[in-house]
């Protein structure tokens, strides 16, 4: 933004995740079964939901987040977006991150045509920037007379388009889209595959999390595999997701010290970033981001 | 565990790539704004408080036959329960000219402000969903919730003034009764600080909903909502502690302008602005404060 435009623009970073953790305590509740008087007198653990997690994302990539079930996907998107402040570290941005889950603001016994005014509002649009969005908001979400009828009554494609399409309106510089939160199917599909080929264009980044590394494949230009809260692997998105899917693979076949290699191989191969904050006007011949081995 | 991730425990090695990044253009995500920034920002959310709190008041009553005449409906209901027993049954008067008045104006005017500490109770769970969606700022939960607890009070307002007016004995309008919405207005502030407080000291502990839950019983005693608190107690001190109470100072200009038609002596204005004055702003900076730790698990 603030950078000239260049060359080097499509190396503009978007997004910075600067040695990122993130603890939960919760109670556990293994071992003696007696009963306590207070729930909080049991013992409790902390789980590493991120592990000094580092990243930098530059204008126009699109990354996939892969990983299993509790790796820390959705954490570190909802750490992008601003929802969570991480127990160490920090995420700088451009602009205000977008995570694709409006269906949180919407209400099912409002018509989707009011939905859509809420949804947007909840982005922060203006009045005036609604009214100019609705009609791409609704020629997107391609539901036609349906718009004025409660949401609860929509079927479950539909909803999601009408959500994907209200996301999608907000222009943001940086998407977010977690497949967990069932906007993901209608994002991969038709109209709304070609919108986030649009958002991409527009120099933006989108971050998108699924289990499946087939979806990765086909719609990313870079993938991250988070394992237990940290990155053990990053680069195209291709040959990511294919280790992660044969990772993925050994586990289903129960070859598990098969897969503890592949991890184990990763682990050894993988290096960790380390962000280095480049003091301003000095040096603006250097590539924007330079990556080091030292 | 990952030792890979730590440069120290491979000192052989340097298990580190260094990344230069010019964080030219690109700000700290997820951190609280100075307060004053904090207000614009929340500023920019006005429209979507509003938009909110209009929608969610007026599709609550979408599953009833009645709907939203139900707005109108459970305060005029509540009123003739209240009417029927103790004017109709008991005929009691407590010495009072207007008892049924009396008792409608205190059920009324404290089911405002009890209503809105219930909200602030469970505003940061109940908006869950909003807070891990969308990262406006959090007051944006609570004073939607405020909001829509004033909205719900101008059907039940207007019905109040009916019952007033209809019910024996009756009490009809005067020039007085054009200074009752100034005295709302103090109560909306007021209730809204409540909610913002209450919002944040029940997000950390939840355990406090219980001890709120008790304050309020008090508050129902010591506002005089059901009685007068000058004939039943006679400490001289407690009567001064009492009447300092805010939700006492609300009820008791609404009976002065409403039943007496009397303009209440300023001194009792002036009280009632600095508690809705003091609430709102140690409500809001309490928020405020807490701000990077709501909607986590």
Redesign the interface.
């Given at each position: 933004m603030t950078e000239p435009a260049g060359p080097r623009d499509a190396l503009r970073p978007t997004v910075v995740v600067d040695s990122v953790s993130v603890n939960y305590v919760v109670r556990s509740e293994s071992g003696h079964r007696r009963r306590r008087l207070f729930a909080g007198s049991g013992s409790t653990e902390v789980i590493h939901a991120l592990q000094k997690v580092s990243l930098v994302v530059n204008a126009g990539e699109v990354v996939g987040i892969v990983g299993q079930n509790g790796s820390g996907k959705s954490t570190l998107l909802r750490i992008i977006a601003g929802l969570e402040t991480p127990a160490s570290g920090q995420v700088y941005a451009v602009g205000s991150p977008i995570l694709l889950g409006v269906n949180a603001a919407l209400i099912p016994e409002l018509s989707g045509r009011d939905n859509v005014t809420l949804g947007l509002l909840a982005m922060g649009m203006s009045r005036a920037e609604i009214a100019e969005a609705t009609p791409d908001v609704l020629s997107l979400a391609g539901i036609g007379r349906a718009i004025n009828r409660p949401m609860k009554t929509y079927s479950s494609g539909m909803g999601a388009r009408l959500r994907f399409a209200i996301a999608a309106a907000a222009h943001p510089e940086i998407l977010l889209i977690d497949e967990a939160l069932g906007t993901g199917d209608a994002a991969s599909k038709g109209r709304s595959a070609e919108r986030i080929e649009q958002l991409r264009e527009h120099a933006g980044t989108v971050f998108l999390v699924s289990h499946a590394a087939q979806t990765i494949e086909e719609s990313c230009s870079r993938a991250v595999w988070l394992h237990d809260g940290a990155i053990i692997d990053d680069g195209p998105a291709p040959d990511v997701a294919r280790t992660y899917r044969w990772w993925a693979w050994c586990v289903a076949k129960g070859e598990h010290a098969r897969a503890e290699q592949v991890l184990a191989d990763r682990r050894a191969a993988w290096v960790p970033v380390q962000v280095v904050s480049r003091p301003e006007r000095r040096d603006r011949s250097a590539a924007i981001v330079r990556r080091e081995r030292s | 565990m990952?030792t890979?991730?730590?440069p120290t425990d491979e000192p052989t090695r340097?298990?580190?790539?260094?990344?230069?990044?010019?964080?030219?253009?690109?700000?700290?995500?997820?951190?609280r704004l100075p307060l004053g920034a904090y207000l614009r920002e929340l500023a920019?959310?006005r429209?979507?408080i509003a938009?909110?709190a209009r929608?969610?008041l007026l599709?609550a009553n979408?599953g009833m036959i009645l709907g939203n005449a139900w707005l109108v409906g459970r305060p005029l209901i509540d009123g003739a329960t209240y009417f029927l027993f103790f004017g109709v049954i008991l005929q009691a008067s407590r010495g009072m000219a207007n008892y049924p008045g009396f008792l409608i104006i205190g059920v009324f005017l404290f089911a405002f402000t009890a209503s809105s500490m219930r909200a602030g109770l469970g505003a940061m769970t109940g908006g869950r969903?909003?807070?891990?969606?969308?990262?406006?700022p959090r007051a944006v939960v609570p004073l939607s919730m405020a909001l829509r607890e004033t909205l719900n009070q101008i059907p039940a307002l207007v019905s109040m003034a009916v019952m007033l007016i209809v019910l024996p004995p009756h009490a009809l309008p005067r020039w007085s009764w054009l200074l009752v919405p100034g005295v709302v207005v103090l109560a909306t502030l007021f209730n809204s600080g409540l909610v913002l407080f209450l919002a944040r000291l029940t997000s950390h502990v939840p355990d406090l909903s219980v001890v709120i839950g008790m304050i309020t019983r008090l508050l129902v005693y010591g506002s005089g909502v059901m009685f007068s608190l000058d004939r039943f107690i006679t400490h001289p001190q407690w009567l001064a502690v009492l009447t300092l109470n805010p939700v006492y100072v609300i009820l008791d200009l609404a009976r002065q302008l409403l039943l007496d038609g009397i303009i209440p002596p300023v001194h009792q204005w002036a009280l009632l602005g600095v508690w809705a004055v003091g609430s709102l702003v140690v409500g809001f900076v309490y928020f405020w404060a807490g701000e990077?730790?709501y909607?986590?698990?």
């Open positions: - | 990952s890979w991730d730590s340097e298990r580190v790539r260094r990344t230069q990044v010019s964080l030219a253009g690109l700000h700290p995500v997820g951190r920019r959310y429209a979507f938009f909110e929608s969610r599709t979408r969903n909003l807070l891990r969606a969308f990262a406006f990077e730790g909607g986590r698990d």
